[in-house]
């Protein structure tokens, strides 16, 4: 007899499931087939085995996060703004970052800065040196008096003012310049996240309500 | 829910009823359903992925699927196959964005494979208990995708053949060939990997 007919049957049997007429047929061809007996048993103590396989009980409950929940056209699409805002700050040095569930940029003003720092710096090395050169002269000269040295110590104190307000000034359009920064790198970044907020919002609305029920009721178990 | 357990909770909702009302407009009718099935599928999917991945996002994808879908849910399918179908997809997409990855680690399974087998102390016993824990969970990863699904909803979340036929549209036959295989695969995989319990009886030797 092929034993291969007898499979569907041995799976029904091994698993409570053979109807009255396929159990008693199955019984019939076991009593004369050693094979299907032992296949029978065999599967039995297979399952025995399977059986010791349990579920850790820190499987948990479903605990929904808004991350999951995955709107992905509506995430796509926020994320490619985003990458032109970021991108777009980065080109002037900002920095736009979502950290904690918020927005958080910082401008790009420290290149700028440095660059005129160093300007200033130069600058005043270079007067520095002007005036080190012509306190040697003054110092070297023969010619030297009460009358010159207070005409030199004069025109130190002129230019050494005249380095100040210059200083001052430099710093003064450097915060002008900032502050305008400021304002403009406001503006796009309010621009992108008033656009991304229409544009998430409605996805978003959705997702809160569908976490909501889950959670409801996850809690309610 | 089984037969059985409606005559005992006769005034428990079926899964079909609550599908209904929900799609009458009843919102906490999905609420009872996940109650009643969030488990199951966490159970289903933990045996299905593996210990190494997400259970809970896993099950949370497939609760969140399932009730944007019920409103189009057709009501002669059996909740429970449809759920188990969506809990199947959600666990295949997962397989194959991770593919490659095996998902029971097998080094693991050697620390522990052949451990003292000889010696039948009574404490070894609990060590053994847990290491065929062990070792039919590193077996059933052994098996295809098809055959698993199959074991996985037979066996241990005991779907009737028709509910699984149902879960993975395909024929009854198909479904009891595929287990068919699987278990023989997995009594082979046992033995390879040193269990006793589940080898065939051994042929008369000479």
Known sequence: MD?????????????????????????????????????????????????SWRTPPDLGRARPRLSSARPYLAMAAALVLLGMTVGGLAVRGSELRYEQGRFAFR????????????????QEERHRREMEALRATVAGSSRSGDDMLRKVQQMIAESEARQATLVATGLTRLEEKTEARRQYDLAQ??????????????????TTELMGHVLQASQKK | MTSASKLTRPMAPSDEELVERFQKGESSAFDTLVHRWERKVQGAIYRLVGPGEDVRDLSQ??????????G?????????????????????????RGRGKSYVSFDELSETGETGREAGPSALDLIEARDLSRQVAAAVATLPEEQREVVVLKEY??????????????????????????????RQQLVRQGVRGGSPVPAPTS
């Open chain 1, 3 to 51: 034993c291969d007919a007898f499979r569907d049957e041995i799976m029904d049997l091994l698993y409570g499931e053979a109807a009255p007429a396929d159990a008693r047929r199955l019984e019939e061809h076991q009593a004369a087939c050693r094979a299907c007996r032992d296949e029978l048993s065999s599967f039995r103590r297979l399952r025995r085995d399977l059986a």
């Open chain 2, 157 to 186: 979340q005991g779907l009737t053949f028709l509910e699984i036929a149902e879960a993975l549209d395909v024929p009854l036959s198909t479904v009891k060939t595929r287990l068919y295989r699987g278990l023989g695969q997995l």
């Open chain 2, 61 to 70: 994808e497939t609760l969140l699927k399932a009730y944007r879908g019920l």
């Open chain 1, 107 to 122: 401008l790009g003003q420290a290149r700028e800065t440095s660059a005129l720092s160093a300007a200033l710096a130069a």
């Open chain 1, 189 to 206: 970044v309010g621009a992108g996240l008033s656009y991304l907020d229409g544009k998430a919002g409605l996805q978003a609305a959705r």
């Open chain 2, 72 to 96: 189009t849910f057709k009501k002669e399918a059996r909740f429970s196959s449809w759920l188990y179908q969506i809990a199947l997809n959600v666990c295949r997409d997962r397989m194959r």
